[in-house]
Every structure is written in C-alpha cells, then in structure tokens.
DNA sequence: GAGTTTGAAACT
DNA sequence: CAGTTTCAAACTC
C-alpha cells in the first residue's frame, strides 16, 4: 500500500517542471503568500504583451469593453456607477431622513433600481486588481467564457433573486421602511478581506444614530451583526466577494425601498434572516450570494421585467451555474438537504431532478435555511468550492480536503480529485493512489480518453492568454454585430471595431501595468 | 434497469 | 477523533 504522500516525493519533479505551482503536487509545502501566488491573468497578459505600446483611448461610449463585462456568477446581474472603496457620492441619510415608498422625487424605487449603469474601465481595473486571481479566473471562466457548457434554463424563483456576493453591504433596521416612516441613517458597509485569512470582513461606517454611542464602528465577520440588524441589504458592487455558498440563500422577499441617496444601480434585497442565524452562521456561510439570471439571457430580469440592460447585444449567456452543478440529483432518503444531494451541496435548488420527497425548493425554503444552517454549523467550510481557489491560500487545481479512496486507485469518478481531473496531492489519504502524474495507470487512462488530458487552460498562464484573446473576440463580434444593427457602412463597420480592439488593449495594457506593479 | 461498489457525509 | 452507518453516485452486468 502506498500512499499519496509516499509518492509524492517522486512526483515533485515532474510537475514542477511543466506545471504552475498551483498544479504541482505536492505544492502546498511551498510558502503560499499572496506575492507567491499564481501567475494571474494579469500576469499572464504581461507575458504575452511584452514590448508592446498602446495608446490610452478614452471610451468614448460606454460600450462594453473587455473589464466591463460582468465577472463572477452573478455580476452579470448589475453594474455599479461607484467604486466600492469610494463611498456614496451623496450623503449617508440622516437620522430622520424620510424615504416615501414609490417612485418619486430622489427616492430610490425599485423601478430606478433597474436601471444599470457602467462601470468605468479604470474602475474594473482597480477592482480586478484587489481581488484574487483565483476569482478573477473563475469569474472569467464561468462568466462568459464557459459558453459551450451553459445549461439549460429554468424557471426563476425567489431563489434566484439572491443578491450576489458583493463588496458592500447596506445594513438596515429591523424593518423595512413603511410611507412616511423614519429611517435612521443607512450604513454603508465595507466588506473587506483579510489577507492573511481571505475571510470576508465587514467594515461599517457607524450609521448616523449610532455616531453618539460608544461603539465607534463595526469591525467583524458578517455573522457579528446578528443584532440589531436583521435584515441586510446587499448590493453587488461589480466584483464578487468569494461566495462560499454559491446559491444558498434564504428567504427572499421583494426588494424593498433603499434609501435615495446610495449609488445603487440594482435593486438591494432584503435577506430575512432567523433571528438567530446571523449569530449562529459563521463566516463560512456568504449570504451575499445566490444563482442569479443574467442580463444577457435576454430573460427580463425577474425584479424589473421592463428594465433593458444597456450591453452591447452580446450574444452569450453569462451565468452561474456550469454544466456538472445541473446534472440531476436521484436522492431519494436526505430529502436534498444534505450534502449527499449535489444540488444541494453546490447551493442549487433541485430542478428537473429526480429526487423524491425533496425539500430542497422554494417550496420548502424554511427547511433549506434550516439544512444550510445545520451544515454550516457542523462545518463551516461545508459550501466551499472542494477544489482549491475558494479562498486566498488554497492551491488552485487541488482538492481542498483530499480523497481518502481505498479501492478505486484514485482512476475512476469515485474519487472526487479524479473527477474533478485533478490529481491527488499529500493532502490525500488515499490507498493505492494511481492519480498522479507518472502513474502508468493514469496514463493509460489518460491516452484511452477516458480521462481528459488537463485543458491548456488548466494553466493559469495559458488560461489568462487564452481568456483574454476569447473574450477580445468576443467585444469585437459585439461590436460588429451592432454595427451591422445600425445599418453602418464597412468602413464604419471596421472602425467601430477597431476602436473597441483599441479599448480592449488599453484595458490589457492597464492590466499589465497593474500588475506589474 | 437492477444490483453492486464506492467513498463522502453523517452519525455515534 | 476514530469507527460505523447512511447515502447517493458510479459502476457493472
């Protein structure tokens, strides 16, 4: 019997050689800090636009450009008009500010909420360049890179609504506000992240009626503000926070009144969370998150129907789910509501499955909360991506947890890093391991076909050069397609074209210079 | 499609 | 935390 780690030893070599560290086995002994990381996109971008000189051109039109296409499982939903880091441009309401419900005067409704802004590219950039390269990637891939494995649609439901993981979050009283009731100051939250952890902080200007209290500010994990809020409304800010619950969220009622003074482009929405449960879920729990349809479904948006999203009439579905998180669940015992049921384990309403007695709906969305909160409780790390890039300091390409196969050899779908097409690593526990990179059984596997050799793209340099070229392309189809909507001539054709290839080299060259820097 | 095998999740 | 049971997916026939 041998284990992973046994022969790890052996398999350094190799993997080091051809692989980034994030692939090598056995790279979880190499210091992991965040300026050892990966070669991210950017860096990758860099080493295929060495030498190059491009000319800064201003976008003259917001047309999407290449940092403006949404990024993350949900950011396709919305756009900011701010920067997360750069607080509403008007006023944090006062104590005793009114906000009368409808759509009037500067209230904030959610008909205004519809409207969709863009963000500027220089914005995109610096956002993309505070968040991990793993998000980044992954919000690439499955954004609008992913476009041969979108699945099939399904039915919205509340569920769906769940706001994405955002960078700021709005903390409310109690209640929503009625006509005419007195809304203490709304607070404008910051969601941080620790860079030693990659956990998910909060961090709150005090609201407006609490400038006099003791308590200076919140500073802490999300699950601290169990009280007095209890309702959080949450924006996306245009980049995703890591969502370690991809699609959990509870209850969701309509959206309700924000205050008329927050940059809000989106409808926030209001989680009702038990009383308890923001006490009792940790950090390990995002409720900022959930599959959201996107804009470019051209599905209405399921809050404001009439609401037109202002991209270019690009001709790809962004969307969350990939094709494995939609495979049907069979459960017939757990009643979706426990990790056994995939559906369930990726955040998933069951949809088209074929489970019996399932609980894991809209229809039954006090159990679900109840299940969520059992594992999370359980394991706070229950709804984390099990392979390696849910958070800083995990080695992208790398089972989380290991297997602990025994009899399978690690070669077949039992074992869940050969599934995921990963191969095992030390962090294994796996007996008679066959999944590494000079395994002769792995290779035979590999060369029948029946394994996938890695995708080029499983290498971060490979990948980056590859998503940038891809998704190049696709603003410059865009770009061409609305140029032949318009009725243009060739010439026009072409320089509308060129001056969306100008805008996407600019925004690669912005990239590399941030990263380079 | 039924039965078996497998390993993760859940439980004790 | 280790051992056992439960569970659903993967696999075989």
């Known amino acids: 019997m041998e284990s992973c780690k046994e022969q790890e030893q052996s398999v350094m070599h190799s993997d080091v050689a051809v692989m980034s560290p994030s692939q090598s086995h056995g790279s979880q002994a190499t210091p992991h800090t965040p300026s050892e990381r990966e070669p991210s996109c950017h860096h990758s971008m860099e080493n295929g636009g060495t030498g190059a000189r491009f000319h800064s051109v201003p976008p003259p039109n917001p047309q999407p450009t290449l940092s403006q296409f949404p990024s993350g499982p949900f950011a396709d939903f919305s756009f900011l008009q701010s920067s997360p880091f750069q607080f509403p441009l008007d006023p944090i309401p006062s104590v005793g500010t009114r906000y009368p419900v409808g759509n009037t005067g500067a209230s904030w409704t959610s008909e205004k909420a519809g409207h969709f802004s863009m963000m500027s590219a220089e914005l995109c950039g610096a956002i993309a360049s505070i968040i991990p390269d793993s998000e980044e990637e992954n919000s690439l891939e499955k954004g609008f890179l992913r476009q041969d494995h979108l699945p099939e649609q399904r039915p919205l439901s509340r569920t769906d609504l769940c706001p994405p993981a955002s960078m700021t979050v709005f903390l409310k009283p109690l209640d929503p506000p009625e006509e005419g009731m007195v809304v203490p100051g709304a607070t404008a939250c910051q969601v941080l992240r620790s860079i030693d952890s990659g956990q998910q902080m909060v961090h709150c200007e ?103 999203p202002k991209m270019s009439p690009v ?44 609980y894991n709906n809209t229809e039954h969305e006090y159990e679900r909360y109840q299940a969520i909160k059992i594992c999370l409780d359980r394991n706070p790390e229950a709804f984390r991506p099990k392979i390696g890039n849910g958070k800083r300091g995990e080695i992208k390409g790398r089972h989380n947890k290991g297997c602990n196969c025994k009899r399978s050899g690690c070669l077949k779908n039992y074992c869940e890093c050969y599934e995921a097409k990963i191969m095992c690593s030390s962090i294994c526990k796996c007996v008679s391991c066959r999944n590494y990179d000079e395994s002769p059984e792995r290779q035979t596997v590999v060369s029948a076909g029946s394994m996938d050799l890695p995708d080029p793209g499983f290498y971060p340099i490979a990948k980056c050069q590859k998503k940038v070229v891809e998704t190049t392309c696709v603003c410059l189809l865009a770009q061409a397609e609305e140029a032949e909507k318009e009725g243009h001539t060739e010439a ?5 074209i060129l001056e969306e290839f100008g805008q996407c080299l600019t925004q690669i060259v912005q990239s590399i210079f941030k990263s380079g820097s």
């Open 492 to 496: 026009q054709a072409e320089r509308m």
């Open 315 to 358: 001709r790809f579905s962004a969307t969350y789910w990939d094709a494995k998180s939609r495979k049907p669940c069979s459960c017939t015992k757990s009643q979706c509501l426990k990790l056994y049921c995939d559906c369930f384990a990726n955040g998933d309403i069951c949809s088209n499955c074929k489970c019996i007695n399932c």
């Open 206 to 308: 005090p609201p407006n009626y609490m400038r006099s209290s003791s308590e200076p500010q919140f500073q802490g994990n999300v699950s601290e503000f169990g009280t007095p809020f209890r309702k959080v409304n949450a924006i996306q800010m245009g980049k995703v926070v890591p969502s370690s619950v991809p699609g959990l969220c509870p209850v969701l009622p309509q959206p309700y009144l924000a205050p008329p003074s927050l940059p809000l482009i989106r409808p926030t929405t209001t989680l009702l969370v038990p009383p308890t449960s923001l006490n009792s879920l940790n950090s390990g729990y995002n409720f900022l998150s959930g599959p959201c349809f996107s804009q470019f479904h051209q599905t209405p948006c399921p809050v404001y129907p009439d609401s037109q």
